[in-house]
């Protein structure tokens, strides 16, 4: 952890980088009106996996794939991505983004689909370790088109490596912020979802924030404004996606450590909506308030859920905030190796 989120990096004074392009597929069609857009950094394996199940979808749309590369040295994600585009698995682009954090890779894919096809409509998101079900597209574009929703959501449900941890299902780490299809006020992630084109013209450029490049929540800063903005979004239960969870994710330090980021994104979130000097003040001791509070959220976890891990996590959500409010937060986009 590290005092951080003042000395982010200023998004106004970030010369432009130029993105190589290591991959594209022949003849691309600029006419396809669906892109599927993958941020990639050090994980091969699961990526072959990811872009496997794409290529398995059951739908009669035409999509196109666009995958950003982050990390510029090694460059593990490229070959992988260059054997399913030259096999002609589906169409699609695969550019190497030079400077590294999560917001970096997530701008990255978004303004390439934007360019590179400028007849798309719906731009889906899905990550490096996650594997989409055969339906996943279709349900996801089919909800747009039915229900006009600006940005669709659906499920990440984990698959645990060592299978005795399959009670961390329930773990508010975990656990899909809903579980029935239908309007929702807002989603958080973007591991899951479909944005329509008009919604990045209306929010600031980049899409994704800066300042949550190296500690992450980027993506709920995103949906937040879009819900402020008035934008609607819809939840597909159906159009499920499964994550990968290696056994470094279920250790007590990491959940402990997501709590205090998912604390520090809270109070990120809530700070840029509060405009004036007072409503700032206000906001530090409501999360310094949360800390008490917290214990009593704690005590009724162990009572119901009966598992230590899952009562730890309010009190890590609590603390996160309290420690951002004065300056101090985990930076896990930084980090020589994310796992």
């Not at 035409?62 to 054997?83: G, K, L, Q, T, W």
Request: proline residues 7%; contains cysteine; positive net charge.
């Amino acid at each position: 952890m590290r005092s951080g989120y003042p000395q982010m990096e200023n998004t106004d004074a970030t010369p432009p980088v130029t993105r190589a392009l290591a991959m594209i597929s022949p003849a691309l069609d600029p006419s396809i009106d669906i892109v599927v857009c993958i941020p990639c950094f050090r994980r091969p394996h699961y990526l072959r996996q990811t872009l496997e199940s794409l290529a398995q979808q059951r739908t009669n749309r035409r999509f196109a794939v666009v995958m950003v590369e982050n990390d510029a040295s090694r460059s593990e994600s490229v070959p992988v991505a260059s054997s399913f585009l030259a096999a002609g698995k589906f169409p699609g682009v695969c550019v190497v983004e030079p400077r590294q954090g999560n917001c970096r890779a997530i701008n990255a894919a978004f303004e390439t689909a934007l360019a590179m096809f400028p007849n798309a409509t719906s731009f889906l998101m899905i990550d490096d370790d996650e594997i989409a079900s055969r339906d996943w597209l279709e349900r996801m574009v089919s909800a747009a088109e039915a229900t006009g929703a600006d940005i669709v959501g659906g499920p990440v449900l984990p698959e645990f490596d060592d299978e005795r941890k399959r009670g961390l299902r329930r773990h508010p780490a975990f656990a899909p912020a809903y579980d029935a299809s239908g309007p929702v006020p807002v989603i958080y992630g973007c591991g899951n979802c479909l944005i329509r084109r008009p919604v990045f013209a209306r929010l600031a450029d980049p899409a994704f924030d800066l300042r949550f490049n190296f500690l992450g929540g980027g993506d709920t800063d995103f949906f937040w404004r879009c819900r402020l903005d008035g934008m609607t979004f819809h939840w597909v239960e159906e159009a499920v996606i499964t994550e990968t969870v290696p056994e470094s994710r279920t250790k007590p330090r990491w959940i402990a450590l997501r709590g205090l980021r998912i604390g520090a994104i809270n109070y990120h979130v809530q700070r840029k909506a509060a405009q004036t000097g007072w409503r700032r003040f206000k906001l530090t001791l409501k999360m310094l308030a949360m800390l008490p509070l917290s214990l009593f959220h704690a005590g009724r976890l162990v009572l119901t859920e009966h598992r230590a891990l899952m009562a730890m996590h309010p009190m890590a959500v609590a603390a996160g905030s309290a420690l951002a409010a004065l300056g101090i937060e985990p930076q896990p986009y930084k980090a020589s190796k994310i796992t």
